[in-house]
């Protein structure tokens, strides 16, 4: 049953997703054992050409900049955090958040939240995966599935701090949870993988409705999460902040191997 309706997703998202670059094949030996040469490239001296690669040069360097900084801004955030010199910011911040009193804003954190719990979580990550799967972007599916491990990378970190969460008499603590604080593991999930969708959305679908709606969701999920892990008063607001940090840098890393994985050559058939 699953996988019927993964097959019928996966055959709808075809025909929405756009055509996606082929990577230039290396030519087998020819059938005489002498070396077939690739056809030579096209010139790029026009000034449209030599503007697209100072675009994709550029780029590059700004998302490898960005994210150096997003990495050294996470270990200066955990030794301050290390050093307890981040509680009374915390805890302001916390109360702020947690005074916002909207009809149904705690009812949109908590339904935000749980989609980051397990076994929730895993299907929802092993769904998408599946889906794109059967809407045969092989690349896509496995790079989904390495999105959502976000949150196994944030459990490793945790280890390293051992931070506590937030105390009753801190803050209103809407449900108590095991483990530690530092970092947000749902931020960091969220981050990694609704992330690597907004950029498969942007990039791959065409533009219409789906696309928007697609934008919309997966950039809605990433901002409100953090919101609300302080808001049930499961994370402090330097934790959230950690996991942006660290998942900025995560999400880079995921689009990088993307595009180099579409740039590289396979050998023809």
């Known amino acids: 049953m699953l996988g019927r309706f993964a097959r019928w997703l996966g055959r709808g998202l075809r025909r929405l997703l756009r055509p996606r670059l082929a990577p230039q094949p290396v030519l087998a030996t020819a059938a005489s054992a002498e070396e077939v040469m690739p056809p030579p490239p096209l010139p790029t001296t026009s000034p449209r050409a030599r503007w697209r690669r100072w675009v994709v040069v550029r780029t590059r360097r700004f998302t490898d900049v960005l994210a150096a900084a997003a990495l050294a801004l996470f270990a200066g955030l955990a030794v301050l955090v290390q050093l307890g010199l981040t509680g009374p910011f915390d805890l302001a911040v916390a109360r702020a958040i947690q005074a916002v009193q909207v009809p149904l804003f705690t009812l949109l ?48 970190v945790k280890l390293l701090l051992l931070r506590p969460r937030p105390a009753p008499d801190q803050v209103r603590v809407t449900a108590a949870l095991a483990g530690h604080s530092f970092p947000s593991g749902h931020t960091l999930l969220y981050m990694g993988f609704f992330g690597f969708l907004f950029y498969l959305a942007y990039v791959r679908l065409r533009p219409g409705l789906p696309r928007t709606l697609a934008l919309i969701a997966c950039g809605g999920l990433i901002g409100l999460v953090g919101v609300s892990r302080v808001y049930l008063g499961q994370h402090w607001p330097t934790d959230v902040l950690a996991s942006y940090l660290l998942g900025s840098a995560y999400l880079i890393l995921l689009v990088r191997v993307y595009l180099w994985r579409q740039q590289t050559p396979t050998p023809a058939s």
């Open 109 to 156: 954190m908590l339904g935000v939240s749980e989609l980051g719990f397990p076994p929730l979580s895993f299907w929802m990550v092993g769904l998408t995966a599946l889906v794109l799967w059967q809407a045969r972007q092989r690349l896509e599916a496995a790079l989904a599935l390495a999105g959502g491990a976000g949150g196994v990378l944030a459990e490793g």
